[in-house]
Protein backbone atom coordinates (compact mmCIF):
# COMPACT_ATOMS: atom_id res chain seq x y z
CA UNK A 1 0.00 0.00 0.00
CA UNK A 2 1.29 3.64 -0.81
CA UNK A 3 1.66 5.82 2.07
CA UNK A 4 1.24 4.40 4.71
CA UNK A 5 3.96 5.69 7.17
CA UNK A 6 6.07 3.80 9.26
CA UNK A 7 5.34 -0.28 11.59
CA UNK A 8 1.79 -0.45 9.25
CA UNK A 9 3.99 -0.84 5.70
CA UNK A 10 2.68 -4.28 5.16
CA UNK A 11 2.00 -6.40 1.75
CA UNK A 12 -1.10 -7.91 3.16
CA UNK A 13 -4.68 -6.45 2.46
CA UNK A 14 -5.85 -3.94 5.45
CA UNK A 15 -9.10 -5.53 4.94
CA UNK A 16 -10.10 -9.31 6.18
CA UNK A 17 -10.68 -11.96 4.31
CA UNK A 18 -13.89 -12.82 3.72
CA UNK A 19 -15.12 -16.20 4.69
CA UNK A 20 -16.61 -17.32 1.17
CA UNK A 21 -13.06 -16.77 -0.21
CA UNK A 22 -12.69 -20.72 0.37
CA UNK A 23 -15.97 -21.15 -1.40
CA UNK A 24 -14.61 -18.96 -4.39
CA UNK A 25 -11.40 -21.79 -4.13
CA UNK A 26 -13.87 -24.61 -4.24
CA UNK A 27 -16.31 -23.23 -7.21
CA UNK A 28 -13.49 -22.35 -9.51
CA UNK A 29 -12.57 -26.56 -9.64
CA UNK A 30 -15.62 -28.15 -8.76
CA UNK A 31 -16.27 -27.95 -12.50
CA UNK A 32 -13.13 -29.61 -13.68
CA UNK A 33 -13.72 -32.54 -11.73
CA UNK A 34 -17.65 -33.20 -11.61
CA UNK A 35 -18.28 -32.36 -15.55
CA UNK A 36 -15.33 -35.16 -16.99
CA UNK A 37 -17.11 -37.38 -13.83
CA UNK A 38 -21.15 -37.33 -15.02
CA UNK A 39 -19.79 -37.73 -18.57
CA UNK A 40 -17.87 -40.96 -17.40
CA UNK A 41 -21.24 -41.77 -15.85
CA UNK A 42 -23.39 -41.07 -18.16
CA UNK A 43 -21.75 -43.13 -20.47
CA UNK A 44 -21.48 -46.06 -18.73
CA UNK A 45 -24.88 -45.90 -18.35
CA UNK A 46 -25.79 -45.35 -21.75
CA UNK A 47 -23.66 -48.43 -22.81
CA UNK A 48 -25.33 -50.47 -20.16
CA UNK A 49 -28.46 -49.29 -21.24
CA UNK A 50 -27.70 -50.01 -25.34
CA UNK A 51 -26.42 -53.49 -24.49
CA UNK A 52 -29.36 -54.40 -22.14
CA UNK A 53 -31.98 -53.71 -24.84
CA UNK A 54 -29.87 -55.47 -27.56
CA UNK A 55 -29.11 -58.42 -25.91
CA UNK A 56 -33.34 -58.11 -25.04
CA UNK A 57 -34.00 -58.20 -28.74
CA UNK A 58 -31.94 -61.11 -29.31
CA UNK A 59 -33.46 -63.55 -26.45
CA UNK A 60 -36.69 -62.25 -28.28
CA UNK A 61 -35.51 -63.24 -31.25
CA UNK A 62 -34.28 -66.28 -30.11
CA UNK A 63 -37.03 -67.35 -28.99
CA UNK A 64 -39.74 -66.68 -31.36
CA UNK A 65 -36.93 -69.21 -33.74
CA UNK A 66 -37.45 -71.27 -31.17
CA UNK A 67 -41.47 -71.55 -31.38
CA UNK A 68 -41.40 -71.70 -35.29
Partial sequence: MVGLPGPWKSD??????PAWSNIVNWVDWFPIVF???KILVL???MFFSIKWHHD???K???KRDQST
Fill in 60 to 62: EKE
Fill in 43 to 45: GVG
Fill in 56 to 58: QAK
Fill in 12 to 17: APWFPT
Fill in 35 to 37: FPL
